[in-house]
Nanobody, 123 residues
Framework: QVQLVESGGGLVQAGGSLRLSCAASGRTFSSYRMGWFRQAPGKEREFVAAITWSGGTYYADSVKGRFTISRDNAKNTVYLQMNSLKPEDTARYYC?????????????????WGKGTLVTVSS
């Protein structure tokens, strides 16, 4: 069982930055593929970014060039640096772990989920 706890959400003005963190349990964190998803009110959850065990990264087109995903295996933590935030980035952001090799940009590819952290971007 993998437990994931997100932090770092909050209220920020458009153009500002936030860094989300996700602390994971488990002695094999370095082997997990990790991802961030988000869900805005009234919308389906969508893929944001993912990182493989070797550091390969993937991004949704809507966040490319603005968001950066990274990981610190020594701290069992994955991060999402969000810059140039827009009101349309407002959502609850979820951290997820893939331990069985499913697609990283799909909900069903992830095996464990955190409870999320809320990000609100004001215009």
């Amino acid at each position: 069982q993998v437990q994931l706890v997100e932090s770092g959400g909050g209220l920020v003005q458009a153009g500002g930055s936030l860094r989300l963190s996700c602390a994971a349990s488990g002695r094999t964190f370095s082997s997990y593929r990790m991802g961030w998803f988000r869900q805005a009110p009234g919308k389906e959850r969508e893929f944001v970014a993912a990182i493989t065990w070797s550091g390969g990264t993937y991004y949704a087109d809507s966040v490319k060039g603005r968001f950066t995903i990274s990981r610190d295996n020594a701290k069992n933590t994955v991060y999402l640096q969000m810059n140039s935030l827009k009101p349309e980035d407002t959502a609850r952001y979820y951290c997820a772990a893939s331990t069985r090799g499913g697609p990283l940009d799909r909900d069903y590819g992830m095996d464990f989920w955190g409870k999320g952290t809320l990000v609100t971007v004001s215009s």
